[in-house]
């Protein structure tokens, strides 16, 4: 179980999925989970969806995120939408640098470090995802790709800019292949990203940054997963989708 510092956060990832008359639904199932949820609850919507679902968060404790954000506040960048926006649109939280955008749309650390900037500028929480391919994985280079990421990521920022950022561990082979880490190899990257959070800034810091899991988190998972001391949330895609079982996820046992 996360440390009393870190308070677990499960967000749900809806990607490129649902009508709006569908993120309605969803959002409602969500908002109506929040009541046995076991830590703070978030949804990643499409950006077309945000008004209407944050029209349906209207006085829950489920927070809104965006799943991606430009790095200027606004100008001309076609088919672009500022952190501002997302902010005005009634976001508390943005997804930065997840690896679909890093492999699909050749997004760098450079540009995850200036989106921070923006994300942090509006006053939205941003959850900055690293993580190792397979090749990377089975070429022992997980380690030097997790530092590179963090390093590159949060270049540049003081500690106290970054209260409130929120990691995600998401190693890309996990993601959407229903091959999860498992709880070990999840705690033993989880560990080492909270070191190189220390090296960054300090122990204090380390300490009180969440870090969540993502890939292929279930229904039937999450609670071994969470039972790991570093481990503080998750980052859920696929299962997000489907309300039973997200709302299962919201209300994780860990000892
Ligand atoms: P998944 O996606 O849960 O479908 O593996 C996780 C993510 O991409 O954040």
């Known amino acids: 179980m996360t440390s009393p510092l870190r308070r677990p956060l499960i967000a749900g990832n809806w990607k490129m999925n649902l009508t709006l008359a569908q993120?309605?639904?969803?959002?409602?199932?969500?908002?109506?989970?929040?009541?046995?949820?076991?830590?703070?609850t978030a949804v990643a919507v499409a950006f077309t969806a945000i008004p209407v679902v944050a029209e349906v968060l209207r006085g829950s404790s489920v927070r809104l995120s965006g799943q991606d954000c430009h790095w200027e506040a606004q100008g001309a960048y076609t088919g672009?939408?500022?952190?501002e926006m997302l902010k005005d649109a009634g976001c508390q939280m943005v997804i930065l640098g997840h690896s679909e955008r890093r492999k699909l749309f050749g997004e760098?650390?450079?540009?995850?470090?200036?989106?921070?900037?923006?994300?942090?500028?509006?006053?939205?929480?941003?959850?900055?995802?690293?993580?190792?391919?397979?090749?990377?994985?089975?070429?022992?280079?997980?380690?030097?790709?997790?530092?590179?990421?963090?390093?590159g990521g949060l270049k540049g920022f003081a500690p106290a800019d970054l209260s409130k950022i929120v990691i995600a561990y998401e190693p890309v082979w996990a993601i959407g292949t229903g091959k999860t880490a498992t709880?070990?190899?999840?705690?033993?990257?989880?560990?080492?990203?909270r070191g190189q959070l220390k090296k960054l800034h300090g122990d204090a810091f380390a300490q009180g940054t969440r870090i969540l899991y993502g890939g292929?988190?279930?229904?039937?998972?999450?609670?071994?997963?969470?039972?790991?001391?570093?481990?503080?949330?998750?980052?859920?895609?696929g299962a997000s989708l489907k309300a039973d079982a997200f709302k299962r996820i919201m209300a994780f046992k860990a000892p």
């Open 23 to 40: 993120s309605v639904e969803l959002a409602k199932a969500v908002k109506e989970g929040a009541a046995s949820a076991s830590g703070e």
């Open 80 to 83: 672009e939408v500022s952190a």
């Open 108 to 151: 760098s650390d450079e540009q995850v470090n200036r989106k921070l900037g923006a994300a942090l500028k509006a006053g939205l929480t941003p959850i900055v995802c690293v993580g190792e391919t397979l090749d990377e994985r089975e070429t022992q280079k997980t380690w030097r790709v997790l530092e590179t990421q963090i390093a």
């Open 183 to 193: 709880p070990a190899q999840a705690q033993e990257a989880h560990l080492f990203l």
């Open 216 to 237: 292929s988190v279930t229904a039937e998972n999450v609670d071994s997963l969470m039972a790991q001391s570093d481990v503080d949330g998750a980052l859920v895609g």
